[in-house]
């Protein structure tokens, strides 16, 4: 190598001579692990001691046996006309509308008018009762008299349909007393109740108005 003046450092020489380390170092590797693996075995099985006995002495699930399918379900047997004369005798008779023998059809049921069940009537002047000490001695008699002795008393509102004569031609309850010898009673007293009719637009007209009935011990 020519002399060109320059100084190696350490660091240079180590890397110019790397190559013949490396080298060395790949030979001294091999032949370890030669030795290791070729001449001293260090790596052997060991003999566990197992047997084919203790491979017998496993329990193995019992066999599972898969069940068949079911058989195919047969196809229905096609109709077959029958060789056997029916006699006309035994057949029914044909029916016809001609032929209903249970006379004339009951006639529909009418349509339920105003007065049938409670609804609203247009009107602008209320109805007025014109006989009041009429209807409170018609309470006093209707009063249940074991209610009255104990001091039991109650209201009970009723729906009237007052006619255009001012006369209660239907009534029912429309909001009991709880009491149903009073609610009875309530019923025997407003027919005797008699009205100025109601107005709607200066014309007399029927209506549905709601009236309480109240008994109470004076």
Same mark, same amino acid.
């Given at each position: 190598?020519?002399?060109?003046?320059?100084?190696?450092?350490?660091?240079?020489?180590?890397?110019?001579?790397?190559?013949?380390?490396?080298?060395?170092?790949?030979?001294?590797?091999?032949?370890?692990?030669?030795?290791?693996?070729?001449?001293?075995?260090?790596?052997?099985?060991?003999?566990?001691?197992?047997?084919?006995?203790?491979?017998?002495?496993?329990? *193995?699930?019992?066999?599972?046996?898969? !069940? +068949? &399918? @079911? $058989? #195919?379900?047969? /196809?229905?047997?096609?109709?077959? %006309?029958?060789?056997?004369?029916?006699?006309?005798?035994?057949?029914?008779?044909?029916?016809?509308?001609?032929? *209903?023998?249970?006379?004339?059809?009951? !006639? +529909? &049921? @009418? $349509? #339920?008018?105003? /007065?049938?069940?409670?609804?609203? %009537?247009?009107?602008?002047?209320?109805?007025?009762?014109?006989?009041?000490?009429?209807?409170?001695?018609?309470?006093?008699?209707?009063?249940?008299?074991?209610?009255?002795?104990?001091?039991?008393?109650?209201?009970?509102?009723?729906?009237?349909?007052?006619?255009?004569?001012?006369?209660?031609?239907?009534?029912?309850?429309?909001?009991?007393?709880?009491?149903?010898?009073?609610?009875?009673?309530?019923?025997?007293?407003?027919?005797?109740?008699?009205?100025?009719?109601?107005?709607?637009?200066?014309?007399?007209?029927?209506?549905?108005?709601?009236?309480?009935?109240?008994?109470?011990?004076?």
């Amino acid at each position: 190598m020519e002399d060109t003046g320059i100084r190696l450092t350490a660091n240079d020489r180590f890397k110019l001579a790397s190559p013949k380390w490396t080298q060395a170092g790949f030979l001294v590797a091999v032949c370890l692990h030669f030795g290791l693996f070729v001449l001293v075995r260090p790596f052997e099985a060991a003999d566990l001691g197992g047997g084919a006995n203790e491979i017998e002495s496993i329990n *193995f699930p019992p066999e599972v046996r898969i !069940p +068949p &399918p @079911p $058989e #195919a379900i047969a /196809r229905p047997a096609a109709p077959r %006309i029958s060789p056997i004369d029916i006699s006309d005798e035994i057949t029914i008779e044909p029916t016809t509308p001609d032929r *209903f023998r249970g006379g004339q059809l009951p !006639p +529909p &049921p @009418p $349509e #339920a008018g105003p /007065r049938d069940r409670p609804s609203f %009537i247009p009107f602008d002047t209320h109805p007025v009762m014109l006989n009041q000490a009429e209807v409170q001695r018609e309470m006093e008699r209707e009063y249940p008299r074991a209610l009255k002795d104990a001091g039991i008393g109650g209201s009970v509102e009723m729906w009237l349909y007052v006619s255009e004569e001012g006369v209660v031609e239907n009534f029912e309850i429309k909001t009991s007393s709880d009491k149903a010898l009073l609610d009875e009673a309530a019923g025997r007293v407003v027919p005797t109740m008699r009205f100025a009719p109601a107005m709607n637009r200066e014309k007399v007209t029927a209506v549905w108005v709601s009236q309480w009935v109240t008994f109470q011990v004076n």
